[in-house]
């Protein structure tokens, strides 16, 4: 069974900063994609940024483009988003999400039919 969980969540004022962690189990992620994506109170789900499944190619909204990095450490099983400058826009529950989709060595999901796992998300609160 893939289980996903999220970590690294919390209260933060705006221009800080916040990491949030992915753990993945039931499946090694060596050769999926992976992403983030979040969803804030009356929203939909919207993507936020991801990786290919060797890491060399990465994906980022617009809204968090310069400020978010995605990584991965496929020896440990883990993706992480490093989150800069954080603003009150970026309220929301974050949730790591991996896919099944193979489309060649530089995909990576940015839309949420095309996950096929998600974990159970954290919540991220910035203050102004």
């Known amino acids: 069974q893939v289980r996903l969980v999220e970590s690294g969540g919390g209260l933060v004022q705006a221009g800080g900063s916040l990491s949030v962690s992915c753990e993945v189990s039931?499946?090694?992620?060596?050769?999926?994609?992976m992403g983030w994506f979040r969803q804030a109170p009356g929203k939909e789900r919207e993507f936020v940024a991801s990786i290919s499944w060797s890491g060399r190619s990465t994906y980022y909204a617009d809204s968090v483009k310069g400020r978010f990095t995605v990584s991965r450490d496929n020896a440990k099983n883990m993706v992480y988003l490093q989150m800069n400058s954080l603003k009150p826009d970026d309220t929301a529950v974050y949730y790591c999400a991996l896919s099944q989709k193979y489309d060649g060595a530089t995909y990576a999901p940015t839309v949420v039919n095309e996950i096929h796992y998600w974990g159970q998300g954290t919540q991220v609160t910035v203050s102004s």
């Open positions: 039931g499946r090694t992620i060596s050769s999926f994609a």
